[in-house]
């Protein structure tokens, strides 16, 4: 079982940035890790991910150019990072890892954009 756990969500004002991290229990190898967000009364969407074998990455048409996902493997941490914060980008961000037969799911780090 991989404990996944996020941090540095907080209070941002329109424009600013935050830089979020997914620290894992043990390694990523093999996992594709991604982030996903979930804003008051809406479903859960899909931010951004990159893929441990080889380093791909893939972002929701929403986010790209301002948001970066990166990994540290030797910190088994995944970063998304966050300009140009908008007040849509608002939402609670869960870390997400996946490999076939696991699906892992942090508890989610709040982001709060002030306009």
């Known amino acids: 079982q991989v404990q996944l756990v996020e941090s540095g969500g907080g209070l941002v004002q329109a424009g600013g940035s935050l830089r979020l991290s997914c620290t894992a229990s043990e390694r990523f190898r093999g996992y594709t890790i991604s982030w996903y967000r979930q804003a008051p009364g809406k479903g859960r969407e899909f931010v951004a991910a990159?893929?441990?074998?080889?380093?791909?990455?893939n972002y929701a048409e929403s986010v790209k150019g301002r948001f970066t996902i990166s990994g540290d493997n030797a910190k088994n941490t995944v970063a998304l990072q966050m300009n140009s914060l908008k007040p849509e980008d608002a939402a609670i961000y869960y870390c997400n890892a996946r490999a076939t037969g696991y699906n892992y799911w942090g508890q989610g780090t709040q982001v709060t954009v002030s306009s």
């Open positions: 990159i893929y441990w074998s080889g380093g791909t990455t």
